[in-house]
């Protein structure tokens, strides 16, 4: 059974920073692509950030351009979402997903909530 534990949310201040985690269990990590979502209350999901197999292959949503960076760590199962310059519009539940291809989950998290005050 497939399980991913998103762990990192909090309130921050505007262009302040926090480092979501994913921990993946339950199938071979390194075999599937691992993104993150965000939906704010009365918004779609929106694709954040996605990360290849290897990590070679880095994809980011046009809003976060610049600001987050993903990576991930094969060996402890695990996708990180590093967001710097936070702004009050980030303010979501993330999600982290798993999938066979970038921006698409097979699998999701139960999400970590993240607040920017202004």
């Known amino acids: 059974q497939v399980q991913l534990v998103e762990s990192g949310g909090g309130l921050v201040q505007a262009g302040g920073s926090l480092r979501l985690s994913c921990a993946a269990s339950g199938r071979t990590f390194s075999s599937y692509f691992m993104s993150w979502f965000r939906q704010a209350p009365g918004k779609e999901r929106e694709f954040v950030a996605g990360?290849?197999?290897?990590?070679?292959?880095?994809d980011y949503g046009d809003s976060v351009q610049g600001r987050f960076t993903i990576s991930r760590d094969n060996a402890k199962n695990t996708v990180f979402l590093q967001m710097n310059s936070l702004k009050p519009e980030d303010t979501a539940v993330y999600y982290c997903?798993?999938?066979?291809?970038?921006?698409?989950?097979?699998?999701w998290g139960q999400g970590t909530q993240v607040t920017v005050s202004s």
């Open positions: 990360i290849s197999r290897t990590g070679t292959n880095i």
């Open positions: 997903a798993e999938g066979r291809t970038m921006r698409w989950g097979d699998y």
